[in-house]
């Protein structure tokens, strides 16, 4: 049983040898890889829009327990680095994010800004990086129907 369902479109758009076109519900955007890796750099590449994900839902985790809670959090930022690296020890390189957390608020205590730095950890983009999702690809039909509007 699903409990939430994202759909997205994407095809390619010939603008460049990668560039494509995605909807997401009622949003266009343009993909694209950068110059160094042969497309002409429209858009964000996959890797940049996942890491834009995570920082996306960490801020608005962040914001949603701050409200939940009443806490005097005035505002939030998050940057986010991606990096595939060899680490000590390792026979393959793995995906390191690494995340950093601004929070504005005068009035917040240590203890909420400590909670909500725990609180940014849990965001469900993170979760899905961190565990084992299930992706099952298979043939479809053309998708002009989703393009038509």
């Given at each position: ?11 390619e ?12 519900g ?20 996959p ?23 009443d ?26 994010f690494?995340?950093?957390l ?26 899905v ?13 053309p ?6 509007s």
């Amino acid at each position: 049983m699903a409990l939430r369902r994202t759909r997205v479109f994407v095809r390619e758009t010939g603008e460049s040898p990668y560039a494509v076109r995605m909807e997401v519900g009622a949003h266009f955007l343009t993909g694209d890889e950068p110059l160094d890796a042969g497309g002409w750099d429209l858009g964000p590449a996959p890797f940049d829009l996942m890491t834009a994900a995570l920082a996306e839902c960490t801020a608005m985790t962040v914001r949603w327990y701050a409200l939940e809670h009443d806490w005097p959090l005035d505002h939030v930022e998050v940057a986010v680095d991606h990096v595939r690296k060899l680490l000590a020890g390792a026979s393959a390189p793995v995906d390191v994010f690494d995340k950093t957390l601004i929070l504005r608020g005068s009035r917040l205590s240590e203890d909420q800004r400590m909670r909500l730095l725990e609180i940014a950890t849990r965001c469900p983009i993170q979760r899905v990086l961190e565990g084992s999702p299930t992706i099952v690809t298979k043939a479809g039909t053309p998708l002009d129907e989703a393009f038509d509007s």
